[in-house]
Protein backbone atom coordinates (compact mmCIF):
# COMPACT_ATOMS: atom_id res chain seq x y z
CA UNK A 1 0.00 0.00 0.00
CA UNK A 2 2.95 2.11 -0.41
CA UNK A 3 1.18 4.35 -3.02
CA UNK A 4 -1.94 5.23 -0.50
CA UNK A 5 0.40 8.36 1.13
CA UNK A 6 0.47 9.95 -3.11
CA UNK A 7 -3.30 9.10 -3.41
CA UNK A 8 -4.62 11.39 -0.12
CA UNK A 9 -2.21 13.77 -1.16
CA UNK A 10 -4.22 14.11 -4.47
CA UNK A 11 -7.69 14.06 -2.87
CA UNK A 12 -6.40 16.26 -0.36
CA UNK A 13 -6.10 18.95 -3.38
CA UNK A 14 -8.86 17.10 -5.61
CA UNK A 15 -11.31 15.88 -3.04
CA UNK A 16 -14.86 17.46 -3.24
CA UNK A 17 -17.41 18.50 -0.45
CA UNK A 18 -19.33 15.40 -1.39
CA UNK A 19 -16.37 13.24 -1.33
CA UNK A 20 -16.04 14.03 2.68
CA UNK A 21 -19.80 13.58 3.46
CA UNK A 22 -19.50 10.07 1.64
CA UNK A 23 -15.97 9.63 4.02
CA UNK A 24 -17.95 10.41 7.40
CA UNK A 25 -20.86 8.77 6.32
CA UNK A 26 -18.78 5.20 6.08
CA UNK A 27 -17.29 6.10 9.35
CA UNK A 28 -20.24 6.62 10.76
CA UNK A 29 -21.69 3.21 9.65
CA UNK A 30 -18.73 1.89 10.76
CA UNK A 31 -19.07 3.20 14.39
CA UNK A 32 -22.52 1.78 14.23
CA UNK A 33 -21.65 -1.31 13.52
CA UNK A 34 -19.04 -1.70 16.37
CA UNK A 35 -22.11 -0.85 18.85
CA UNK A 36 -23.40 -4.03 18.19
CA UNK A 37 -23.18 -7.05 20.36
CA UNK A 38 -21.50 -9.04 17.43
CA UNK A 39 -20.20 -7.12 15.01
CA UNK A 40 -20.93 -7.86 11.31
CA UNK A 41 -17.58 -8.44 10.59
CA UNK A 42 -18.03 -8.65 7.00
CA UNK A 43 -20.44 -5.35 6.61
CA UNK A 44 -17.26 -3.78 8.37
CA UNK A 45 -14.77 -4.80 5.93
CA UNK A 46 -17.36 -3.65 2.77
CA UNK A 47 -17.32 -0.33 4.55
CA UNK A 48 -13.64 0.03 5.01
CA UNK A 49 -13.29 -0.88 1.12
CA UNK A 50 -15.48 1.47 0.24
CA UNK A 51 -13.87 4.12 2.33
CA UNK A 52 -11.09 3.59 0.80
CA UNK A 53 -12.29 3.92 -2.52
CA UNK A 54 -13.76 7.01 -2.06
CA UNK A 55 -10.18 8.48 -1.47
CA UNK A 56 -8.68 6.68 -4.16
CA UNK A 57 -12.01 8.34 -6.60
CA UNK A 58 -11.25 11.68 -4.77
CA UNK A 59 -8.00 11.51 -6.60
CA UNK A 60 -9.76 11.52 -9.90
CA UNK A 61 -6.65 9.25 -11.05
CA UNK A 62 -7.71 5.51 -12.65
CA UNK A 63 -4.88 3.80 -11.78
CA UNK A 64 -4.90 4.73 -8.16
CA UNK A 65 -8.84 3.82 -7.84
CA UNK A 66 -7.66 0.10 -9.51
CA UNK A 67 -4.48 -0.16 -6.99
CA UNK A 68 -6.40 0.37 -4.48
CA UNK A 69 -9.17 -1.83 -5.02
CA UNK A 70 -6.64 -4.15 -5.44
CA UNK A 71 -4.60 -3.67 -2.15
CA UNK A 72 -7.58 -3.16 -0.14
CA UNK A 73 -9.52 -6.30 -0.95
CA UNK A 74 -6.15 -8.29 -0.54
CA UNK A 75 -5.52 -6.98 2.93
CA UNK A 76 -8.91 -7.44 3.93
CA UNK A 77 -8.59 -11.70 3.14
CA UNK A 78 -5.88 -11.58 6.03
CA UNK A 79 -8.18 -9.15 8.27
CA UNK A 80 -11.06 -11.94 8.11
CA UNK A 81 -8.30 -14.69 8.94
CA UNK A 82 -6.71 -12.85 11.74
CA UNK A 83 -9.03 -11.56 14.60
CA UNK A 84 -9.48 -7.78 14.39
CA UNK A 85 -11.99 -6.18 16.30
CA UNK A 86 -9.70 -5.34 19.24
CA UNK A 87 -8.53 -2.98 16.72
CA UNK A 88 -11.44 -1.76 14.73
CA UNK A 89 -12.33 1.70 16.77
CA UNK A 90 -8.08 2.31 16.37
CA UNK A 91 -8.99 2.25 12.59
CA UNK A 92 -11.99 3.94 12.47
CA UNK A 93 -10.20 7.00 14.70
CA UNK A 94 -7.64 6.76 12.38
CA UNK A 95 -9.51 6.96 9.38
CA UNK A 96 -11.23 9.99 10.74
CA UNK A 97 -7.98 11.88 11.15
CA UNK A 98 -7.53 11.03 7.69
CA UNK A 99 -10.72 12.97 6.29
CA UNK A 100 -9.75 15.48 8.25
CA UNK A 101 -6.39 16.01 7.07
CA UNK A 102 -8.39 15.21 3.65
CA UNK A 103 -11.06 18.26 4.77
CA UNK A 104 -8.27 20.65 5.69
CA UNK A 105 -6.57 20.18 2.21
CA UNK A 106 -3.49 19.39 4.34
CA UNK A 107 -1.87 16.39 2.12
CA UNK A 108 1.31 16.18 3.61
CA UNK A 109 -0.63 15.71 6.95
CA UNK A 110 -2.68 13.42 5.61
CA UNK A 111 -0.22 11.62 4.08
CA UNK A 112 2.02 11.03 7.33
CA UNK A 113 -1.10 9.70 8.93
CA UNK A 114 -1.72 7.38 6.11
CA UNK A 115 1.89 5.95 6.73
CA UNK A 116 1.33 5.51 10.19
CA UNK A 117 -1.80 3.43 9.62
CA UNK A 118 -0.47 1.14 6.92
CA UNK A 119 2.50 0.14 9.75
CA UNK A 120 -0.02 -0.28 12.10
CA UNK A 121 -1.83 -2.50 10.23
CA UNK A 122 0.80 -4.18 8.90
CA UNK A 123 2.76 -4.90 12.37
CA UNK A 124 -0.84 -5.96 13.64
CA UNK A 125 -1.31 -8.48 11.06
CA UNK A 126 1.89 -10.03 11.25
CA UNK A 127 1.55 -10.74 14.81
CA UNK A 128 -1.82 -11.96 14.44
CA UNK A 129 -0.62 -14.42 11.57
CA UNK A 130 2.27 -15.66 13.45
CA UNK A 131 -0.02 -16.36 16.71
CA UNK A 132 -2.05 -18.30 13.96
CA UNK A 133 0.59 -20.37 12.29
Do not use: W
Not at 44 to 70: G, P, W
Amino acid sequence: MGFSPLAVKLAAERRTDEDIKEMHYLIEQQEQLLQDEEVDVKQFMKLDIEFHCVISRATNNEILKRLTLELVESYNRYILIAPFLDRANTIVSEHKRIIEAIKEEDGEKAAKIVQNHITDIRESLKERIEKIL
